[in-house]
């Protein structure tokens, strides 16, 4: 069975990570490719899933997390995910 249902936080998630992780207030994080997708992976993990079937029902999600509160709503939990990982990153 080919999957026909997505998670359009995934798509989401790590293009915030990254603007956010290059801007000013981030520069001290580390930005390596395993810290980087712990914090992709913890917000993913903090916020509901929003699955979808079609591109149409994907345009909704879209339009919806591009509003101001949605996307502070993102924005808090890649905060505390970003502070969790700098605490304790999964490297040397």
Same mark, same amino acid.
Request: net charge positive; charged share 20%; glycine share 0%.
């Given at each position: 069975?080919?999957?026909?249902? %997505? $998670? ?7 293009? +915030? *990570?990254? *603007?956010?992780? $290059?801007?000013?207030? &981030?520069?001290? *994080? ?6 980087? *997708?712990? =914090?992709?992976? +913890? ?7 929003? &699955?979808?079937? /079609?591109?149409?029902? @994907?345009? =909704?999600? %879209?339009? +919806?997390?591009?509003?101001? %509160?949605? @996307?502070?709503? +993102?924005?808090? #939990? =890649?905060? /505390?995910? =970003?502070?969790?990982? @700098?605490? $304790?990153?999964? #490297?040397?």
């Amino acid at each position: 069975m080919a999957k026909e249902y %997505f $998670n359009v936080l995934e798509e989401i998630i790590p293009t +915030l *990570v990254t *603007v956010m992780l $290059n801007s000013p207030d &981030y520069q001290t *994080v580390c930005r390596c490719q395993k810290c980087t *997708v712990d =914090i992709i992976a +913890l917000t993913l993990n903090s916020v509901p899933p929003r &699955y979808v079937t /079609s591109n149409e029902k @994907r345009e =909704i999600i %879209f339009r +919806l997390y591009n509003q101001n %509160f949605m @996307r502070t709503t +993102l924005n808090k #939990h =890649i905060i /505390s995910a =970003i502070h969790v990982v @700098r605490k $304790n990153p999964n #490297h040397d």
